[in-house]
T-cell receptor
Framework: QKEVEQNSGPLSVPEGAIASLNCTYS??????FFWYRQYSGKSPELIMS????GDKEDGRFTAQLNKASQYVSLLIRDSQPSDSATYLC???????????FGAGTRLFVKA | KAGVTQTPRYLIKTRGQQVTLSCSPI?????VSWYQQTPGQGLQFLFE???????NKGNFPGRFSGRQFSNSRSEMNVSTLELGDSALYLC?????????????FGAGTRLSVL
């Protein structure tokens, strides 16, 4: 079992729709959860971080965390073609000094 | 404020050679992590440095090594290159490497091994 698992996609949604990206992790000691966006040929950039159970909203993005189910998700509302990228889920735990990334989900937003 | 700087951006080497990659973190950041990114494996953690000490290491062979200098700049070395080492090598810096720290990535060094 991989430490951080994501559906590789591609996930295709029409412009204006909600894109839902999911991630599961295996280490119950994980404390911090991140979503990064990576455009083709570019390096990852942080979109959201979440540390406690529940929802966290930032503009069109909402991160959801459920530690009991070891599940974290990212919702993108009003998806735009510019959101087309690979979304990486990342997980770290206290004292580990190590962040584990999922393989990423490719998202295509069709105009 | 300058971002994370990686040099060189591109490298072409042949099998058996060695290579050294450099990473300058954001000013004030003391933790540097290195990752290997390939289409098949995604982002794989190589190692993390803080105050010139390696605090964690991923599952890579001993041919992969690194170090950090007193100014927090870091280098990564790969010896006896193999074809499978062709990848994008990313460096990320954070304040102190603790779990809640956000990592900021450099543009990466693309290594091609022929």
């Amino acid at each position: 079992q991989k430490e951080v698992e994501q559906n590789s996609g591609p996930l295709s949604v029409p412009e204006g729709a909600i894109a839902s990206l999911n991630c599961t992790y295996s280490d119950r000691g994980s404390q911090s959860f991140f979503w990064y966006r990576q455009y083709s040929g570019k390096s990852p950039e942080l979109i959201m971080s979440i540390y406690s159970n529940g929802d966290k909203e930032d503009g069109r993005f909402t991160a959801q965390l459920n530690k009991a189910s070891q599940y974290v998700s990212l919702l993108i509302r009003d998806s735009q073609p510019s959101d087309s990228a690979t979304y990486l889920c990342a997980v770290s735990n206290t004292g580990g000094f190590k962040t584990i990334f999922g393989a990423g989900t490719r998202l295509f937003v069709k105009a | 404020k300058a971002g994370v700087t990686q040099t060189p951006r591109y490298l072409i080497k042949t099998r058996g050679q060695q290579v050294t990659l450099s990473c300058s973190p954001i000013s004030g950041h003391r933790s540097v992590s290195w990752y290997q990114q390939t289409p098949g494996q995604g982002l794989q953690f190589l190692f993390e440095y803080f105050s010139e000490t390696q605090r964690n290491k991923g599952n890579f062979p001993g041919r992969f090594s690194g170090r950090q200098f007193s100014n927090s700049r870091s280098e990564m070395n790969v010896s006896t290159l193999e074809l499978g080492d062709s990848a994008l090598y990313l460096c990320a810096s954070s304040l102190d490497g603790s779990a809640k720290n956000i990592q900021y990535f450099g543009a990466g060094t693309r290594l091609s091994v022929l």
